[in-house]
């Protein structure tokens, strides 16, 4: 049986196309771009968050409104713009902060949810207070979105507590 000129033209279109297809599924790729792949949208989302946390604390210590509010999503601008100086406000000027340290950063649900430890000092007094920032994308940009009174660190039992023993 003699193939035909159609199943020829078919098996030689195959043929041709056969090193496209190959490059298609990476093999005969030489480029390194397989190799590297993007950042998971989990791992993106707690990087830019902390990032965009550490620079508003860094804009606390350094006493830079600008760079804080630059940190923060438009819908917080007028808000901050009328209590960040103020008395209790994160960049009042009777507050210093020594200390600020980023302790977690995990998914939440309006946001990933940055913990922090500051310490404020204000004459001789010292306080150091957990917040949360929430930080979400807004546009193409990540931002932070709100911050809240964190929860306290459990208390570490001194040597002297009584340890409660297991139920039976």
């Given amino acids: 049986m003699r193939p035909t000129h159609r199943r020829l033209a078919a098996t030689a279109a ?8 190959l490059v298609g599924c990476g ?3 030489d480029d390194d771009t397989a190799a590297k792949p993007e950042r998971a ?6 990087t830019r968050s902390r990032e965009r946390v550490q620079a508003y604390l860094d804009a606390m210590t ?3 409104v600008a760079a804080g509010r630059s940190q ?3 819908l917080l601008h007028e808000g901050f713009d009328l209590g960040a100086t103020g008395p209790n406000g994160d960049f009042a000027d009777h507050f210093e902060v020594p200390e600020a340290a980023i302790t ?3 998914s939440g649900p309006r946001g990933q949810e940055v913990s922090v430890s500051v310490s404020v000092t204000a004459g001789k007094r010292k ?8 930080v979400t994308r807004d546009g193409g940009d990540w931002c932070i979105a709100g ?21 039976s």
Avoid: H, N, Q
Wanted: charged residues 20%; contains cysteine; proline residues 18%.
């Fill in 147 to 167: 911050e809240a009174p964190g929860d306290a660190p459990p208390a570490s039992p001194s040597p002297g507590d009584a340890v409660p023993s297991p139920a």
């Fill in 41 to 46: 949208p989990a791992e993106e989302a707690a």
């Fill in 104 to 106: 977690d950063v995990r």
């Fill in 62 to 64: 350094a006493k830079d």
């Fill in 14 to 21: 195959g043929l041709v196309l056969l090193p496209v297809a």
């Fill in 72 to 74: 923060l999503c438009a």
């Fill in 27 to 29: 093999i005969g790729d």
């Fill in 127 to 134: 306080a150091t207070r957990p917040l949360v920032f929430t």
